[in-house]
């Protein structure tokens, strides 16, 4: 009986006119697009199934039909797919076979750190959440990257991806994105840099992008650190110290702040720290290899975005009391 009404469609769609007519007939009234998903290994017959159970006004047996008339039946791909009013069968057919599924974006944001990526994946409903159970040693030894620290591992951009895909997946594809950023970033270091390694290079462009408030003052901060390590001063930076003090900062960064140690707190310990405190741009890791020629030491934010920068202590002192302080 179903060969038999298959042979009938067949005829249908083969009759001329007739089968340009229903070819092109939309399929999904005006409105919201419908969602369809096609799992894999789902045949063809389950393909048309599935486009009726999502809302097409089609027959199942029709569209089957259609399928094999093609010869296109067994290049449907898998995935989840939006089919937009206007839809017609034969425009159907090639977004299926094309594997035109309907893509969202995500965008991790330049500065942001590891636990507001985490936070991002889990408010992504459209994403399979394989990362929720799993610790931050056992998503990287799944990434291929067994005792290295996640922060700072994933480039800051905005990525796209299928409904149903995995949060892992799309870390994947940042990391990976960070591995080539870095490597091209410290092909191009300056002969003079103090950093030793790519990974140094990374940590600093963490710094550097979370202490720039305007981004032409980037060059010259990532300069006033190249400085401070090429002669063994302590770094100073704000932004390490909060890192340190992770979900216990409050907004609010007090002297005893400062004077408490921790593995990031450099005002307590020299060089850099031992991770990055963030996910730097592109230019940020240029600015760590690159930085700009000063002779500054200090620097200190106006208020309005940019950094005074300063060579002296006394210079920078009074900055601070101009800037920060409120004194002439």
Known sequence: MRRFLVLIALLVIGSGGAAFWWLHQPI?????????????????????????????????????????????DRAIKAGNYEIPPGTTPRSLLQKLVRGEE????????????????????????????????????????QLG????????????????????????ALLR??????????????????????????????ILA??????????SDRGQIAGVFANRLRIGMLLQTDPTVIYGLGEKFDGNLRRRDLQTDTPWNTYTRAGLPPTPISMPGKASL?????????????????????????????????????????QQ
């Open 206 to 215: 963490s710094i550097v992008e979370k202490e720039t408030g305007k981004a």
């Open 145 to 168: 990257r067994p005792g290295v620290h996640p922060e700072g591992r994933f480039f800051p951009d905005t990525y796209t991806f299928a409904k149903g895909s995995s949060d892992i």
């Open 173 to 202: 594809r940042a990391m990976h994105a960070m591995d080539r950023r870095l490597e091209a970033a410290w092909a191009q270091r300056a002969a003079d840099s103090p950093l030793k390694s790519a990974d140094d290079a990374l």
């Open 28 to 72: 999904v009234a005006a409105g919201e697009p419908l969602e369809l998903a096609i799992e894999p290994g789902t045949t063809p017959r389950g393909v048309a199934r599935d486009v009726v159970a999502s809302g097409a006004r089609v027959d199942a047996r029709m569209l089957y039909a259609w399928f094999r008339f093609s010869g296109q």
């Open 102 to 141: 309907s893509l969202r974006a995500i965008t991790l944001v330049e500065g942001w750190n590891w636990r507001q990526v985490r936070q991002a994946l889990a408010r992504e409903d459209q994403l399979k959440r394989e990362l929720a159970n799993l610790s931050d040693e056992a998503l990287m030894a």
């Open 286 to 326: 240029l600015a760590a290899v690159q930085p700009q020629a000063t002779r500054a030491l200090y620097f200190v934010a106006r208020g309005d975005g940019t950094s005074h920068f300063s060579e002296s202590l006394d210079e920078h002192n009074r900055a601070v009391n101009r800037y920060q302080r409120g």
